[in-house]
Each structure stands twice: as structure tokens, then as C-alpha cells.
């Protein structure tokens, strides 16, 4: 059973950067492409970035390209999420999640399988 914890989430001025990690267990890391979701309160989860089970293609939401950077260290079963010049609208509950098949997803929570329990991002203005 893969499970997925992330952390790194946090109070931050408007500008600021933060890093989340999410650590994998259970499962091959290096099999599963892996994806970044956001939900703010009242909206529906929302596609921000995946990356291939071997890192060599990522995707991203438009309202984060340039700003944030997706990447995996299949070593360490662990996906991060830098996130630079963070906007008051990134505020949001950040969830990682795991595909459980090869092939490259859609940018859509029903292409997912595996989910974490989500970490909180506060970016004040």
C-alpha cells in the first residue's frame, strides 16, 4: 500500500518562497509519475505540476509557470515543490499525489490514485 506524507507548508509573506516535500513508502517510487494539487477553501483541487516517474518531463498549471519547480529524487522516494514568489492567491491546502500507472497523466485528479494528507500554504499580502 503506497502512502504519502507531505510537509513544508507554512505562513508566508506575500513573495516568499517555500519548499514542500512529499515522502513516499510502500510502493516503487521510481514507477509512479507524481503530481502537485492545490484546493482552496470553497474551490475544487486544482492541477499545479506532475513530473514522470523518471523526471524527465514535468508539467505545470499556467498560473504557476516561472514561479514553481516540480522535481523527484527517486533515492529518497521523495517529490518536492519549490515555490517562488508566492501570491496571495496561492493560498491553499497542497496535496501530493501518485499515479499507479507509467504512462503520462492528464492534469486531472481522476488521474491519480494515491493521495497525502495535504499540507497548508498561507501566503499573507
Known amino acids: 500500500q503506497v502512502q504519502l506524507v507531505e510537509s513544508g507548508g507554512g505562513l508566508v509573506p506575500a513573495g516568499a518562497s517555500l519548499r514542500l516535500s512529499c515522502a513516499a513508502s510502500?510502493?516503487?517510487?521510481?514507477?509512479?509519475?507524481m503530481a502537485w494539487f492545490r484546493q482552496a477553501p470553497g474551490k475544487e483541487r486544482e492541477f499545479v505540476a506532475a513530473?514522470?516517474?523518471?523526471?524527465?518531463?514535468?508539467g505545470y498549471a499556467d498560473f504557476v509557470k516561472g514561479r514553481f519547480i516540480i522535481s523527484r529524487d527517486n533515492a529518497k522516494n521523495t517529490v518536492y515543490l519549490q515555490m517562488n514568489s508566492l501570491k496571495p492567491e496561492d493560498t491553499a491546502v497542497y496535496y501530493c499525489?501518485?499515479?499507479?500507472?507509467?504512462?503520462?497523466?492528464?492534469?486531472?485528479?481522476?488521474?491519480?490514485?494515491?493521495w497525502g494528507q495535504g499540507t497548508q500554504v498561507t501566503v499573507s499580502s
Open positions: 499525489a501518485a499515479r499507479l500507472i507509467r504512462s503520462w497523466p492528464a492534469p486531472k485528479v481522476s488521474e491519480y490514485n494515491i
Open positions: 510502500g510502493g516503487i517510487f521510481s514507477n509512479y509519475p
Open positions: 513530473i514522470s516517474y523518471i523526471g524527465s518531463t514535468t
